[in-house]
């Protein structure tokens, strides 16, 4: 078993340098003890004799499973069910009467970078409850895709379980009750739910040609790792996933000012979200 190791400089920049390219993620000149710690447990995870050897082995791209582990190790996962309340609030208030009058059928929402899941079933639960509330407003059948890069939180996001802590974190008794089945140790999403999503592994980095449009996209709590250009780059590439109209929803702390004119901010009394602009040119 490999003793803990402490990364060189160019050992470090040479990390920094991979997980850039591989995942868009930047990471600063003090981050040396949190990849050092992380780097030490994988080494020690795939055998091997040392920091470097496994260093080796990721620049040369041969092990999937590494590569997947190491970016897993490196990528916030934190989530949790209606995070941050007002995207949902927003969604119900004012973009679900709103897409009632358009009547899209399916009416399509993608979660990029959807994590363990959360997001695209608390969108599920506010549409239902909406419909529920509106009878005969929206017509049209809703159809989610969440991506995420991380194989590991898009598995319990397909498997809709989630443990007794998980399932506590911004979801109440009443939705719990309606919309999870409670097994042995946990709870599992309803499959009415799990029929309107369909989770996949995808970097942000990647073409979205295959995607098809959207009504409205959430891409919340990720580009704040990314470097301007990227951050650029994905905006600019998510407006022309839009339909005209459309909406993107980002993290409190996210916005596009600054780089892109694609999209126009909209403040409703609970929040702001980010509606295509339509004279932007691509
Ligand atoms: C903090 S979570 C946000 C989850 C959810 N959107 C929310 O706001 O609660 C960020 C997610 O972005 C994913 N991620 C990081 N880099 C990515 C990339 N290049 N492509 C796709 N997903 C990425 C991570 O795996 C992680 O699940």
């Known amino acids: 078993m490999a003793d803990d190791q402490v990364i060189s400089k160019e050992q470090y920049d040479t990390f920094r340098d991979f997980l850039e390219k591989s995942c868009g993620i930047l990471l600063g000149d003090n981050k040396h003890y949190l990849v050092t710690s992380r780097l030490n447990r994988l080494t020690k995870e795939f055998s091997f004799n040392t920091l470097g050897e496994m260093l080796d ?9 590494l590569r997947e582990r190491v970016i897993d190790a490196m990528t916030t996962n934190e989530t949790s069910w209606f995070r941050d ?4 609030e927003i969604l119900k208030g004012h973009l679900f009467p709103e897409l009632a009058k358009r009547k899209p059928n399916p009416l399509r929402i993608w979660s990029a970078a959807a994590s363990s899941g959360q997001e695209s079933y608390s969108i599920i639960m506010i549409f239902d409850e909406f419909k529920s509330k509106n009878p005969g407003q929206i017509s049209g059948r809703l159809e989610i895709i969440g991506t995420d890069i991380s194989p590991s939180v898009l598995k319990i996001a397909k498997d809709g379980k989630y443990d007794d802590l998980s399932i506590m974190r911004g979801l109440s008794p009443e939705r719990r009750e309606k919309y999870f089945s409670k097994l042995d140790s946990g709870w599992e999403v309803k499959p009415t739910l799990k029929t309107m999503v369909r989770f996949s592994e995808m970097n942000l980095q990647q073409s979205y040609n295959l995607l098809g449009k959207f009504d409205i996209i959430f891409c919340r709590n990720v580009l704040i790792y990314f470097s301007s250009e990227l951050k650029t780059d994905i905006l600019e590439r998510m407006a022309r996933c839009l339909n005209p109209g459309g909406v993107l929803i980002l993290g409190g702390s996210e916005s596009p000012t600054g780089y892109t ?12 979200v980010y509606r295509l602009n339509g004279d932007w040119k691509p």
């Open 57 to 65: 082995s990721l620049k040369k791209n041969i092990n999937k499973a």
């Open 85 to 88: 309340t007002y995207p949902f």
């Open 261 to 272: 004119k694609a999209f126009e901010m909209v403040r409703y009394p609970e929040g702001v």
